[in-house]
T-cell receptor, first 118, second 113 residues
Framework: DSGVTQTPKHLITATGQRVTLRCSPR?????VYWYQQSLDQGLQFLIQ???????AKGNILERFSAQQFPDLHSELNLSSLELGDSALYFC?????????????????FGPGTRLLVL | QQQVKQSPQSLIVQKGGISIINCAYE??????FPWYQQFPGKGPALLIA?????SEKKEGRFTISFNKSAKQFSLHIMDSQPGDSATYFC????????????FGTGTLLAVQP
């Protein structure tokens, strides 16, 4: 168990809908990262937050947004869902996330949320 | 430039054998190279990681070999066990304003008893 929790574990929804995925980082970790895992794209970095502020953006669609709250949990919002959004969404956390010692930058992954868009 | 190429896509090894997975990168700014292990239905878990200032790192049966000039790194699993059957991902990151991970495409390892 990495200490990172994600809810829900599974999500089934229809095209055009909006969903929210939730992540609680390990105790003491300030950075949260979101990754998408699909068969055709593999594991892709979406976005990183550090202590409530956006730190980096990857291949995140404009229909997707995220935020990190004062208690450091994070939510990934996916809207106007399309069939191609079906994937596993992972959250990871690390102590740091701003270029410090690598021991502080190690990312620990949660169990993921499996999203199926029908 | 931001890609990490991983091979093979799948690998079958007999119990007790050596499993070898290779990765290559182009961006010389990468300065952190972790390997993650993923079991079905689970999130990736850090297995072992290396920085480019060392050529080899060993942890138990797992060894990373790093060739900076060739921009390649590999994972060796000695005495492979059926419990090692999983998908393995190499990754690379640039320590700096962010340490987002760029993942390889993954290798599905099956260790036959």
């Amino acid at each position: 168990d990495s200490g990172v929790t994600q809810t829900p574990k599974h999500l089934i929804t229809a095209t055009g809908q909006r969903v929210t995925l939730r992540c609680s980082p390990r105790s003491g970790d300030l950075s949260v990262y979101w990754y998408q895992q699909s068969l055709d794209q593999g594991l892709q970095f979406l976005i990183q937050y550090y202590n409530g502020e956006e730190r980096a953006k990857g291949n995140i669609l404009e229909r997707f947004s995220a935020q990190q709250f004062p208690d450091l949990h994070s939510e990934l919002n996916l809207s106007s869902l399309e069939l191609g959004d079906s994937a596993l969404y992972f959250c990871a956390s690390s102590v740091g996330g701003t270029g410090g010692a690598w021991a502080r930058e190690t990312q620990y992954f949660g169990p993921g949320t499996r999203l199926l868009v029908l | 430039q931001q890609q990490v190429k991983q091979s093979p896509q799948s690998l079958i090894v007999q119990k007790g054998g050596i499993s070898i997975i290779n990765c290559a990168y182009e961006n010389t700014a990468f300065d952190y190279f972790p390997w993650y292990q993923q079991f079905p239905g689970k999130g990736p878990a850090l297995l072992i990681a290396i920085r480019p200032d060392v050529s080899e790192k060993k942890e138990g049966r797992f060894t990373i070999s790093f060739n900076k000039s060739a921009k390649q790194f590999s994972l060796h699993i000695m005495d492979s066990q059926p419990g090692d059957s999983a998908t393995y991902f190499c990754a690379a990151a640039i320590r700096g304003a962010t340490n987002k991970l760029i993942f390889g495409t993954g290798t599905l390892l099956a260790v036959q008893p």
